[in-house]
């Protein structure tokens, strides 16, 4: 996981770099201070696949060249098999498996998201993006926060939310937790 906060940090100074950038105007996009930012970029601490879905959009970069440093290529169809996704470890306990990085132009972005249980005393980290989101849950349960609402999803429940609205989950129990996240 360190490798991989490292090089997505680099890609982030990269960015900064290219197209001139302060890394205070990636903060403030962000909704975090500078000092956070930038042990972000030294792959110190990590970046949430929502803010790097912000910083993508905003400067005009496809998600998958942030989060694996491939462009994509396909423009008629991308195919994934089943555990073939592009993954990172976003940290310990979460692995994203990127099911479209191929497609380019997207409009939306799935992934296969695997948590690790964390202890329910454990605070959620909560977050917001622009735009919607759905979930699945395909194995496991978890206990998803929107705003003041808590609510316990099962395998084979899904929701759909605006994803401005501030959100987080967490296992529930001792088992692991893999839903599809659809983050439009």
């Known amino acids: 996981m360190d490798e991989q906060l490292k090089q997505i940090g680099e890609r982030l100074r990269g960015l900064r770099d290219v197209l001139d950038i302060e890394a205070d105007d990636i903060a ?5 201070t500078v000092e956070q930012y930038k042990k972000m970029e030294q792959g110190e601490s990590e970046l949430s696949v929502a803010n790097l879905q912000k910083i993508a959009k905003e400067y005009g970069v496809s998600l998958d060249v942030l989060m694996f440093g491939e462009e994509p290529h396909m423009r008629n169809y991308f195919l994934t098999r089943k555990g073939q996704g592009l993954h990172v470890e976003r940290r310990k306990a979460y692995n994203y498996e990127s099911l479209a990085s191929g497609f380019r132009g997207r409009k939306a972005d799935p992934f296969i998201v695997t948590v690790e249980p964390k202890g329910a005393d454990t605070p959620k980290e909560m977050n917001s993006h622009s735009g919607q989101e759905f979930n699945m849950v395909l194995e496991g349960t ?9 609510l316990t999803l099962s395998e084979g429940d899904s929701i759909y939310f605006d994803a ?8 529930v129990g001792d088992k692991p937790v893999r839903f599809l996240a659809i983050i439009f």
């Open 28 to 32: 403030r996009l962000c909704g975090i």
């Open 142 to 150: 978890m206990e998803l926060t929107i705003g003041p609402k808590v």
């Open 164 to 171: 401005t609205q501030p959100h987080g989950m967490r296992t």
